[in-house]
Every structure is written in C-alpha cells, then in structure tokens.
C-alpha cells in the first residue's frame, strides 16, 4: 500500500484598518472570522494617525485577535496583519 500526502497551499494574505486605543493606551483589533487560519510567520505595521505617538504590538494574534498600546491614550492607530492562509484540501468526487 502506498500513501502519499501533500500539504495543502497556502497564499499571502493581509488584513488592515484603523482603531483608537482606550484611556489606558491599550485595543483589541479582532480579524474577521475567515482570518483564523492566517498562519505565521506574520508581519505586524502599525502607524499612529493621531495624536502622534508610539505604537506597538503587546500580544501577538491568537484567537482572531491582537492588542496593541501606545505611550498615550486616544491614540488613533492604523494597523495591517500579514501571513499566509492554509488552503483547505479540494474534496474528490
């Protein structure tokens, strides 16, 4: 018997927008659902809009969701994610 398995694809894909932080510096961006098997590695671009400030990533993507800070609350922050989707196998018929 032979058995041969071949991963399935995956393709780039990126997701972005804008959110504000709260009065603590701190937002949760949650990715539409059909981003849950983005798969590492990922790339994260943050870019404070306004006020300046200094906009970084305080937990990574887990769950369809990551945080970001800054050193200043209400804070607008553009943000894009970027990884790869795992291709789901075709099915046979």
């Given at each position: 018997?032979?058995?041969?398995?071949k991963a399935p694809a995956?393709?780039?894909?990126?997701?972005?927008?804008?959110?504000?932080?709260?009065?603590?510096?701190?937002?949760?961006?949650?990715?539409?659902?059909?981003?849950?098997?983005?798969?590492?590695?990922?790339?994260?671009?943050?870019?404070?809009?306004?006020?300046?400030?200094?906009?970084?990533?305080?937990?990574?993507?887990?769950?369809?969701?990551?945080?970001?800070?800054?050193?200043?609350?209400?804070?607008?922050?553009?943000?894009?994610?970027?990884?790869?989707?795992?291709?789901?196998?075709?099915?046979?018929?």
């Amino acid at each position: 018997m032979a058995h041969s398995a071949k991963a399935p694809a995956s393709s780039p894909a990126s997701y972005r927008g804008e959110v504000w932080t709260d009065g603590r510096g701190y937002a949760t961006v949650r990715l539409p659902a059909e981003a849950g098997s983005l798969e590492p590695p990922l790339a994260y671009e943050l870019r404070d809009l306004e006020p300046p400030s200094s906009a970084r990533v305080t937990a990574e993507l887990g769950d369809g969701r990551f945080t970001i800070a800054t050193d200043q609350p209400h804070v607008k922050v553009a943000w894009r994610v970027t990884g790869h989707l795992r291709q789901r196998p075709q099915k046979e018929e």
